[in-house]
């Protein structure tokens, strides 16, 4: 069964430092997106991403987020400029064309950010 | 605002015990309904869901869910638990149109005691 794929795992990172998540959604999947889940709390949605552009961010998805589909295989968060609440799981998630399959989305395993 | 709870956090039973987790949204609109299943050192899986027709839809490993839109509900059963049931367990909803996010619930830890 095709399933979502994340690296790295772990990331520890300095305060300040820059990080890049990476994500290999299911292969003919259209729609993807990050989420973020800060310990003891709920799984909060980032972004969504459509036709090679964002579709919708949250509040939480500023100035020093972005993602990137740089090829036909991977979907990358980037963080430039990390703080230490930027601490979390990050978790990407991939969902099919429009209809039943638009709709239900395939989450990876997570990677688990920490920054000093 | 759109929000989904859930009212347990914390859930500790024994084995062949019944189980009911409960979720309740604030949504406007249309939605999708969907629980996924955590278990320890793993990532999300999908239980079960709701789209439309009979309010009573059953998932894998045993569970059910019922769809009671007066109350805006949508709680999860299972009738004998085992300890492999031992997870967190998220409620999640989404509209039918636009970029789908998920709204989700806070999340419910259901240990499980041999």
């Known amino acids: 069964e095709p399933e979502v794929t994340q690296t790295p795992s772990h990331q520890v990172t300095q305060m300040g430092q820059e990080v890049i998540l990476r994500c290999v959604p299911i292969?003919?999947?259209?729609?993807f997106y990050w989420y973020r889940q800060i310990l003891g709390q709920k799984v909060e949605f980032l972004v969504s991403?459509?036709?090679?552009?964002?579709?919708?961010k949250s509040e939480i998805f500023d100035d020093q987020f972005s993602v990137e589909r740089p090829d036909g295989s991977n979907f990358t968060l980037k963080i430039r400029s990390t703080k230490l609440e930027d601490s979390a799981m990050y978790f990407c998630?991939?969902?099919?064309?429009?209809?039943?399959?638009?709709?239900?989305?395939?989450f990876g395993p997570g990677t688990r950010l920490l920054v000093l | 605002a759109q929000s989904v709870s859930q009212h347990n956090h914390h859930v500790i039973l024994s084995e062949a015990a019944s189980l009911e987790l409960g979720c309740n949204y604030s949504?406007?609109?249309?939605?999708?309904l969907f629980w996924y299943v955590q278990y320890p050192g793993q990532h999300l899986q999908l239980l079960l869901k709701?789209?439309?027709?009979?309010?009573l839809v059953k998932g894998i490993k045993g569970f059910e869910a019922e769809f009671i839109k007066s109350k805006f509900s949508f709680n999860l059963r299972k009738p004998s638990v085992q300890w492999s049931d031992t997870a967190e367990y998220f409620c999640?909803?989404?509209?039918?149109?636009?970029?789908?996010?998920?709204?989700f619930g806070t999340g419910t830890r259901l240990k499980v005691l041999a």
């Open positions: 998630a991939s969902s099919g064309t429009s209809g039943t399959e638009g709709e239900t989305q395939y």
């Open positions: 292969s003919n999947h259209l729609y």
């Open positions: 991403f459509y036709n090679n552009e964002i579709s919708e």
């Open positions: 949504y406007g609109g249309t939605v999708n």
């Open positions: 709701y789209f439309s027709g009979d309010p």
């Open positions: 999640a909803v989404n509209k039918k149109s636009g970029t789908y996010k998920y709204i």
